[in-house]
């Protein structure tokens, strides 16, 4: 039962309505909007129990815990002297372990004079007392005190007026001084970076990112945001994105991602001696932000399309952008963003992505010529079965020196309208050092389209589009198998299977071409991100399963005819010594003329043959196999 407004006289109410945007009074209670979402028509209501405790319910279904911390207060501030009743349960014996200062110094291996130094105390009521500081180093009027080790676990705000700050405003001096800071959530990963001389400034949870103030970045230039490998860490970086947006910030930001770690603390744990090493070079891999397109949110899944408010920006923001350059896991064939391999069955496409999977997986070399960078690779072989997944592997290991620890493999997955995508962006978020995802092959998770609603291209075009967004958003490659038509085209994309909304929706095709029996085959590459679009002449080599890159297929063309038109011509020479014309060489190859008396131009150029009186001859060989001219001695 809760009681009305009229009905109500409570300094704890009075507190709480203080904490919150939009309060209006209603009949029975008070409504206001939820501080623990964005929340943009009050959805909070507000009432007074019985025992004149506090009453929160979030009708968009935000759990009565994230509320409180987004508010800045506990649990127990909802209820009539909940600091009292805390105090009292601990001196009655309720916290049988209190924790202290040593434990917590223990803890963090942090050593217990520098965080006493840093204000940390044992609290009298049990646990440790936390103070917060304002920018000109008095204490601010709020104080955390934490009773577990892990602070997420138990942790409570003194009783009394004034607002939350962040954690280490008296430090700013410094951050302006390196021109960077570090924003984490919460203390213990400040103790960590403090004691380590990088400067930062501690966030007291995901959902109180509105405690930053615009002024308090005043001097800096660089910020690095925090992520850790969970739903807290996501919306973390969401909230300070959207902010920092709001404000028309204009230095870069930065999200830092540790591989093998959750935090900066746990890092440290791991490692106190490479700590210093292993955190720089986290934040020199950062990636960087655009915060115009940060209003979409962190998450690909976490919200439908329509409730997406479109950025607009103007030509002068989007010419003061510092964009990074595109990232490629392959140069110049295979970058950021979904790619579509097509090509016929049984003709290689699964020896390709699996032998560019291991040449990422182990920074090594792609297709024996390109130089590629390490990461983490996730591959979906949906058409394996465990044997002959392992025995493919082993046969491309032979050529290889070690093996990669940064493959992963699932057969089988779930499609992405029925979970795949939500397991797919999981395993991102836990993995940020994925560089590339194969699926193979498309087909496999591609969602049912209803063709009694929309085209076939709409189709194809909506299944892809999360996809790619997913791409983005993670900044990985995504790499999806699929096939060709039987049939040839005028235009090579017209020959992959499906409508042209798969081609549309991607941002780079790969096709793969070999004739049955054949070793030599082409690689067509094109997408927004390719300068130039380009047809590769690639060699599958039986006895390694490896596909080696020879060069532009036109190139590589042009050399074999040259050895086609000198083998014949030497060829006739022994039988005649006027040699031949364009028209009869191009005949006996059966070659276009035109081209093969271009290419006998270029050939005269480079002193491979003769020509005398319309008729070409071939240079013949000495025994010092230096070129010698017919006719001479």
Not at 262 to 289: H, M
Not at 574 to 599: C, F, Q, S, W
Request: proline share 5%; net charge negative.
């Amino acid at each position: 039962m809760s009681l009305s407004p009229e009905q109500t006289a409570s300094p704890t109410l009075d507190h709480v309505l203080a904490q919150l945007k939009g309060v209006r009074t209603l009949l029975r209670g008070w409504r206001a909007c939820c501080p623990a979402h964005a929340d943009s028509e009050p959805s909070l209501s507000i009432g007074l129990g019985e025992q004149g405790q506090v009453l929160l319910k979030c009708f968009a279904g935000c759990s009565l815990e994230r509320i409180v911390e987004a508010m800045g207060l506990t649990i127990l501030d909802l209820f009539p002297d909940g600091a009292r009743i805390a105090e009292q349960g601990s001196s009655n014996g309720m916290n049988h372990h209190a924790l202290t200062l040593l434990d917590l110094s223990l803890e963090k291996q942090l050593p217990w004079k520098f965080l006493f130094h840093l204000g940390v105390m044992d609290h009298a009521s049990g646990g440790v007392q936390i103070p917060y500081h304002l920018a000109d180093s008095r204490e601010a009027p709020r104080y955390r005190i934490r009773t577990p080790l892990v602070a997420k676990e138990g942790s409570r705000w003194n009783s009394g007026e004034g607002n939350i700050v962040p954690y280490g405003l008296e430090r700013l001096e410094d951050a302006r001084k390196a021109g960077y800071v570090v924003l984490v959530e919460g203390e213990s990963d400040c103790w960590t970076l403090w004691y380590q001389g990088f400067p930062v400034l501690g966030i007291p949870g995901a959902e109180m990112t509105g405690v930053l103030e615009a002024a308090m970045l005043n001097g800096i230039d660089r910020l690095y945001l925090l992520q850790e490998p969970d739903s807290g860490g996501t919306t973390f970086v969401s909230h300070l994105a959207k902010r920092l947006t709001e404000w028309r910030w204009p230095g870069k930001v930065f999200v830092v991602r540790l591989c093998g770690a959750k935090d900066p603390s746990d890092l440290y744990t791991q490692d106190r001696a490479g700590f210093r090493t292993a955190f720089q070079q986290a934040l020199e891999q950062a990636e960087p932000v655009c915060l115009q397109q940060a209003r979409a949110g962190a998450s690909v899944t976490s919200a439908p399309a329509s409730q997406v408010s479109p950025a607009i920006f103007s030509l002068c923001d989007l010419l003061a952008w510092d964009l990074p350059p595109v990232r490629w896991a392959v140069p110049e064939i295979l970058p950021e963003g979904l790619t579509l391999l097509a090509g016929k069955p049984k003709l290689g496409k699964s020896w390709l992505a699996l032998s560019l999977a291991l040449s990422i997986a182990s920074g090594g070399v792609a297709l024996g010529k390109q130089p590629v960078s390490q990461g983490d690779v996730l591959y979906l072989a949906l058409e394996e079965n465990a044997r002959r997944l392992q025995t493919r592997a082993r046969q491309l290991l032979a050529s290889m020196s070690e093996v990669p620890a940064g493959l992963d493999f699932a057969l089988d997955w779930p499609r992405l309208a029925e979970g795949g995508l939500s397991c797919l962006e999981e395993y991102l978020k836990t993995h940020p050092n994925t560089r590339l995802v194969v699926i193979d092959t498309w087909a496999k998770i591609a969602p049912r389209t209803d063709t009694r609603r929309c085209t076939q291209y709409e189709g194809d075009y909506d299944a892809l589009t999360p996809l790619k967004r997913l791409a983005e958003t993670y900044h990985v490659s995504i790499l999806a198998v699929h096939h060709l038509r039987k049939t040839g085209a005028a235009d090579v994309l017209d020959e992959i299977t499906g409508s042209t909304g798969l081609t549309g929706a991607v941002d780079g095709t790969l096709i793969l071409k070999r004739d049955r029996g054949q070793q030599d085959g082409t690689l067509f590459v094109t997408g927004r991100d390719v300068e130039r679009e380009q047809e590769l002449a690639l060699r599958f080599e039986t006895e390694t399963a490896q596909w080696r890159l020879l060069g532009s297929a036109e190139e590589v063309g042009r050399t074999r005819v040259r050895r086609e038109i000198l083998d014949l011509l030497r060829e006739q020479a022994a039988h005649d010594e006027e040699g031949m014309r364009p028209r009869d060489i191009a005949r006996v190859l059966e070659k276009n003329y035109h081209t093969t008396r271009a290419l006998l131009g270029k050939m005269v150029e480079s002193e491979e043959v003769t020509r005398i009186g319309g008729r070409y001859s071939a240079l013949l060989l000495q025994s010092d196999h230096t070129p010698q001219r017919q006719g001479e001695d």
